[in-house]
T-cell receptor, first 115, second 119 residues
Framework: EPEVTQTPSHQVTQMGQEVILRCVPI?????FYWYRQILGQKVEFLVS????????KSEIFDDQFSVERPDGSNFTLKIRSTKLEDSAMYFC?????????????FGDGTRLSIL | AQTVTQSQPEMSVQEAETVTLSCTYD???????LFWYKQPPSRQMILVIR??????QNATENRFSVNFQKAAKSFSLKISDSQLGDTAMYFC????????????????FGKGTKLSVKP
């Protein structure tokens, strides 16, 4: 079964550095998402993306964050200047359609640790 | 704003027994979707079951079933004949339908219930 793949599985970065988290959504999916989960807390929506533009973003997704689909397969999340509070598990998800009967498929996540 | 509440941080069940995980939500929407996702220690979140709010019939997927009470805004998950592989974090999630051009259905998650199945 097709899967969403995320790299790296674990990223350790110094505070203030830029980090790029990578995702390869399922190939025929058109809708892409990033979520994050701070340790011990709930999974939170960050941003959704369709047709090469952001559809929606949460309050968490401030100017430090950006997303991009640089080619036909990758979907990236960039954090420009990382802060300690950015430490979390980041999940990428994709879906064929933006409807509840087309579920979002999640990747394994990238654990981001900011030192 | 929509919220999802899972009041049981941890639960345990004996293998082959039945367990029910609770979830309540708050919304003013009349049409929406509800989901249960499972996150085993391997970390990938897997969809377990989904329910469309306009359907009165409770969804069932093999050993997993839900008790959807729309008026009470309750969406519990029942796992029958629990197996060791059911050990995982279980997240309840809400999604309202996308609302027009550029709007996608984003998931709103509860805090999760950590389920341990004991041999």
């Amino acid at each position: 079964e097709p899967e969403v793949t995320q790299t790296p599985s674990h990223q350790v970065t110094q505070m203030g550095q830029e980090v790029i988290l990578r995702c390869v959504p399922i190939s025929n999916h058109l809708y892409f998402y990033w979520y994050r989960q701070i340790l011990g807390q709930k999974v939170e929506f960050l941003v959704s993306f369709y047709n090469n533009e952001i559809s929606e973003k949460s309050e968490i997704f401030d100017d430090q964050f950006s997303v991009e689909r640089p080619d036909g397969s990758n979907f990236t999340l960039k954090i420009r200047s990382t802060k300690l509070e950015d430490s979390a598990m980041y999940f990428c998800a994709s879906s064929a359609f933006a409807l509840g009967n087309q579920p979002q498929h999640f990747g394994d996540g990238t654990r981001l640790s900011i030192l | 704003a929509q919220t999802v509440t899972q009041s049981q941080p941890e639960m345990s069940v004996q293998e082959a027994e039945t367990v029910t995980l609770s979830c309540t939500y708050d919304t003013s929407e009349s049409n929406y979707y509800l989901f249960w996702y499972k996150q085993p220690p391997s970390r990938q979140m897997i969809l377990v079951i989904r329910q469309e709010a306009y359907k009165q019939q409770n969804a069932t997927e093999n050993r997993f079933s839900v008790n959807f009470q729309k008026a009470a805004k309750s969406f519990s998950l029942k796992i029958s004949d629990s197996q060791l592989g059911d050990t995982a974090m279980y997240f309840c999630a809400f999604m309202k339908p996308p609302g027009g051009r550029g709007s996608q259905g984003n998931l709103i998650f509860g805090k999760g219930t950590k389920l341990s199945v004991k041999p």
